[in-house]
């Protein structure tokens, strides 16, 4: 067992450890980093990959246990998988181990185990298929020689007829072709496919001169090994200097991946891709089945032995699949809040890691967006990223028009019915008579968001989550938004029996006044409530122009490009700039703008209509002045003075507790002993707390968990990187000294 020969290996294990466990390899055995491995950690069976071999155990060798075995049949991990891994684990403090288990979420031992009793099978299959055929070309190849020999014996009788030589030699013939044949055939069945170069038609993109500049100037940042940042409006082409950068990384021999924030957005963008560069086009996001998953990492895995190429297109996942050869990954919408992962661990954000993907690879990096987060813009003026501007759109109309309309202004003046104001319902009736579309943004999905009852102030809430309930019709259900939690509606207070009344209205509520205000028009609601292939149906529809009202949250204003689409409207726009929170504003700019980029993509010029009791607002104001470079530098402006990333770093370490008063307890217990760590780091007329709470964030109760935040203003400089090392050791000591493991998680960069 512990003989003198073995050797010690650590191994990564899919759990939250803030160590890499140690084990034994028996003489005789051998494995490398990246095997996987079988070994008992606490009385369990794991399936782990092997991080490091022939380390010097700290602890005493007697206690290290064997493993259980080497898993022969698993694919190894390769070096820039577990690179990857650790790189993330650092930044955003978690186990290496929390990384692994996102990688490979479907690597429970039975599935593993399945998938390599399945490969043995189908290597079974390919080795008989293979060898039916060998005996199919040993016939013909017997057949051939014995032609031959009868051949020759004619040609060799004076006497023989010029004929049947002549098809006998065609007979020949035919049969090395079929022999020729069949040994490609095996050829195949060995590798999956035939392997062939990819020639793409250069003639499927054609830029124009602006997009062609801005394309070379991404090749510049590519030769300074920068990632490159393109802003470009919306409708500038920034997916065809894509599809170009794509198409030169996959003439080179190397790889694609390309990142989009929702797979909803990219059904119109697969249909281009797939025009382009045909069947080496793979899709890789969570709603895919686990069999479609682990059959497009196979692929990619195979792209590195057999040399086939492969442009993967998917979601944030698809950053951790076993990629090789990458030589070019698209970070599209690279502003998008839905590349950051907010639960479980890694807490990491898509766009980010896809950097760090890029370093590990050596690949080049292009990041786009109509309106780029701030931190991008920041990395861009500081030199770290090259940033492009695209401000010319492909179809020649300008930017839409953009109208503010002041609902309370309106509802003194009696302009207001329901949820729409006179002026916009005009406009819509103006847009439907010319026979163009109509697209309309609610943030808030159900009926009505909140009830209440109008005599005693009762509000129906979740008995999970300190929220309130929404309304949803047909069937009429109470819903939580933030645990599902669903009841039946009972329309009475349960207080006082008096009838309960709606607060607000949501995208179902606007769907039924729409249909009364414009009798006869055609209109379709999209948010999460619509089932996923009504939702793909009515993006379809809406783009070929068999739907003329579409309805939605904010779903609807992702990246389609809907031609006959030429008037926008948000209807209570200020629920974008309600949260409380220092990205609010720079949400609502990046929400309205890319809104307004949806209308008016070809020829004709869009206008785009804001309902708002807060006219004035700067996020408003600037937008309709069209001066988004103003907004950002105004934004970048206060991000500064109060302290806010991009100019520090923020890690929000959250208490969630069944029990209100133990959440209370603890929190402020670990936030003095997180001050007494760190103390105050910034002089007092900065202003920055350095550690700040324990408060409850706007909903601090979410699925039975009371949560309470304290929050961590890091410095960004040098020693960025031991604090967050010394905030997590903290944490780690925290939890063992008051055995609370598992009630504290940490969020680096939090949304
Ligand atoms: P963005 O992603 O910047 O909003 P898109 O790439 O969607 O813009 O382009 C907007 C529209 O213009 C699309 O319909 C696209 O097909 C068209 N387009 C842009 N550039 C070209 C080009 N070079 N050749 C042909 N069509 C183009
Ligand atoms: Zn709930």
């Not at 944030?316 to 030589?327: K, Q, Y």
């Not at 009798?519 to 009515?538: C, F, Q, V």
């Not at 209807?571 to 504003?585: E, N, P, T």
């Not at 069209?626 to 530098?633: F, M, Q, R, T, V």
Request: glycine letters at 8%.
């Amino acid at each position: 067992m512990s003989g003198k020969d073995r050797t010690y290996i650590s191994v990564i294990l899919p759990l939250r450890l803030d160590w890499i466990p140690c084990y034994g390899v028996p003489e005789g055995e051998e494995v490398l980093p990246g095997d996987w491995v079988r070994v008992d950690f606490a009385g369990r069976e794991y399936l782990g990959t092997v991080d490091k071999t022939g380390i010097v155990p700290d602890t005493e060798q007697a206690r290290i246990k064997d493993i259980v075995s080497a898993e022969r049949r698993l694919w190894p991990v390769s070096e820039e998988e577990r690179r990857l891994w650790e790189a993330v684990a650092d930044y955003y403090l978690c186990s290496t181990g929390e990384v692994f288990k996102a990688a490979y979420p479907t690597m429970k031992i039975s599935q593993a185990e399945a998938l390599a009793r399945m490969q043995e099978r189908e290597n079974a299959r390919k080795e008989r298929l293979s060898e039916s055929l060998m005996l199919k070309i040993q016939k013909t190849e017997d057949m051939i020689r014995k032609k031959k020999q009868m051949l020759s014996e004619k040609r060799d009788r004076p006497a023989g007829k010029g004929k049947s030589c002549e098809i006998l030699e065609a007979s020949i013939a035919r049969l090395e072709e079929k022999a020729g044949q069949l040994r490609l055939k095996i050829e195949e069945t060995r590798h999956g496919c035939r392997p062939e170069r990819h020639l793409f038609q250069d003639a499927a993109i054609t830029l124009t001169e602006y997009q062609q500049k801005t394309y070379m100037e991404a090749l510049k940042g590519f030769r300074e090994h920068k990632p490159v940042l393109i802003k470009g409006v919306t409708g500038s082409g920034k997916t065809e200097i894509y599809l170009r950068a794509a198409m030169e990384t996959l003439s080179q021999g190397k790889n694609v991946l390309y990142l989009v924030p929702e797979i909803a957005v990219s059904r119109q963008l697969k249909d281009r891709i797939q025009s382009v560069f045909g069947d080496i086009l793979l899709t890789f996001h969570s709603e895919e089945s686990n069999a479609a998953r682990r059959d497009t990492a196979e692929k990619i895995r195979k792209s590195g032995t057999e040399g086939s190429q492969y442009f993967v297109l998917g979601t944030r996942s698809a950053i951790f699949l076993p990629h090789t050869r990458l030589g070019l990954i698209i970070v599209d919408e690279e502003h998008d809040s839905s590349y950051k992962q907010s639960s479980p661990a890694p807490r990491y954000n898509g766009r980010d890691v896809a950097v760090m993907l890029a370093k590990i690879h050596g690949a080049d990096i292009l990041l786009g967006s109509a309106t780029p987060s701030l931190e991008s813009v920041f990395n861009g003026h500081c030199g770290k990223y090259r940033m492009l501007t695209l401000g010319k759109r492909y179809y020649k109309a300008d930017e839409a028009e953009t109208e503010i309309i002041d609902t309370a202004a309106e509802r003194r003046k009696n302009g207001m019915a329901g949820s729409f104001s006179r002026k916009l319902a005009d406009r819509i009736r103006e847009t439907l008579e010319c026979g163009e579309q109509v697209l309309i943004l609610r943030a808030r999905r159900a009926f009505s968001p909140v009830m209440q009852c109008p005599s005693c102030g009762y509000i129906p809430k979740c008995p999970h989550c300190n929220v309130s309930l929404s309304l949803h019709k047909s069937p009429d259900r109470m819903v939580c938004h933030h645990c599902g939690y669903t009841t039946a509606f009972r329309p009475e207070c349960p207080e006082c029996g008096t009838a309960l009344y709606g607060i607000g209205s949501g995208t179902q509520k606007i769907e039924e006044e729409a249909a009364s205000l414009f009798p006869g028009a055609r209109i379709a609601r999209l948010d999460s409530d619509t089932p996923k292939t009504l939702a793909a149906e009515t993006i379809k529809g809406f783009g070929t122009g068999s739907i003329d009202i579409l309805i939605g949250t904010q779903i609807i204003s992702k990246g389609f490009d809907f031609p006959g689409l030429t008037l926008t409207a948000v209807i209570s726009a200020d629920s974008l700039l309600g949260v409380q929170d220092f990205r609010a504003d720079e949400k609502a700019m990046q929400a309205l703008e890319q809104l307004r980029g949806r209308c008016g993509r070809r020829d004709k010029r869009g206008r785009f209509i804001i309902q708002t009791c807060r006219p004035g607002h700067p996020v408003y104001r600037q937008l309709a002045d069209g001066s988004s470079d103003l907004l950002y530098e105004t934004l970048l402006l206060e991000r500064k003075e109060f302290g806010y990333p991009p100019f520090t770093r923020i890690v929000n370490v959250a208490v969630k507790d069944p029990s209100l008063q133990k959440a209370e307890d603890m929190s402020a217990r670990l936030a003095s002993i997180l001050e007494q760590t760190f103390g105050n780091n910034y002089p007092e007329q900065m202003n920055i707390e350095t550690v700040a709470g324990p408060f409850s964030p706007p909903v601090d109760r979410v699925a039975g968990y009371n949560i309470r935040i304290i929050r961590l203003t890091l410095k960004k400089d040098r020693n960025l990187h031991d604090a967050k090392r010394r905030l997590s050791a903290t944490v780690a000591a925290f939890e063992r000294q008051y055995r609370y493991a598992g009630h504290i998680t940490l969020d680096v960069d939090p949304d």
